[in-house]
């Protein structure tokens, strides 16, 4: 059973675009973590949101953690290349447990 | 600081054959994690220990799949033997906490290749 749906799948765009991709669930989330992942590579952490309707940024990407703690959004301003990787998102059931990994979004970023 | 280090990178062996990983997490980290990423999916945690006990085992499939940590810093995972379904990238993380709540570390995986 996939606790966490990512949406959509796979994205590619051109340098200089903005895009928002999505994690979603029927469950609620004591916290939730986004990662990107190169290839090759391990997933690194980006953020942690732990409040509903948090809104963290770092740089060109905005965070948001829905009221609900159900769901968050990945927001990036005017993409580049560097951008370019697997964003996965985790969240954690309850205070305690483990985070558990959602599919990912695979984005593609054109120079 | 040094990262999470992982050997090897890349590894092909035949369906039945035995193969293991290696992981020293990063130092001062309790809390090390073995993952299993399967090409399109998100890691899947096997198992999790805390210095040199296992704290979560529940998704390693135990018949074929074993991992130890005997003197709480590095760690080996193994297969035997491997299933064709084994096919993914292995990857090990550490954490401060237990649960990883301030992120997990992760290393750069093993690929293995099951033929």
């Known amino acids: 059973t996939q606790l966490l749906e990512q949406s959509p799948q796979f994205l590619s765009i051109q340098e200089g675009e903005n895009l928002t991709v999505y994690c979603n669930s029927s469950?609620?989330?004591?916290?939730l973590q986004w990662y990107r992942q190169e290839p090759g590579e391990g997933p690194v952490l980006l953020v942690t949101?732990?409040?509903?309707?948090e809104v963290k940024k770092l740089k060109r990407l905005t965070f948001q953690f829905g009221d609900a703690r159900k769901d968050s959004s990945l927001h990036i301003t005017a993409a580049q290349p560097g951008d370019t990787g697997l964003y996965l998102c985790?969240?954690?059931?309850?205070?305690?447990?483990?985070?558990?990994f959602g599919p990912g979004t695979r984005l593609s970023v054109l120079p | 600081e040094a990262g999470v280090a992982q050997s090897p990178r890349y590894k092909i062996i035949e369906k039945r054959q035995s193969v293991a990983f290696w992981c020293n997490p990063i130092?001062?980290?309790?809390?090390l994690y073995w993952y299993q990423q399967i090409l399109g999916q998100g890691p899947k945690l096997l198992i999790q220990?805390?210095?040199?006990?296992?704290?979560?085992d529940s998704q390693l499939p135990k018949d074929r799949f074993s991992a130890e940590r005997l003197k709480g810093v590095d760690s080996t995972l193994k297969i035997q033997p491997a299933k064709l379904e084994d096919s993914a990238v292995y990857l090990c993380?550490?954490?401060?906490?237990?649960?990883?709540?301030?992120?997990?570390?992760f290393g750069s995986g093993t690929r293995l290749t099951v033929v």
């Open positions: 469950s609620v989330f004591s916290s």
């Open positions: 993380a550490s954490s401060l906490g237990v649960r990883g709540a301030r992120g997990y570390t």
């Open positions: 985790a969240g954690a059931p309850y205070y305690g447990q483990n985070f558990v």
């Open positions: 130092s001062g980290h309790a809390t």
């Open positions: 949101v732990v409040t509903g309707g």
């Open positions: 220990f805390q210095n040199n006990g296992v704290v979560d």
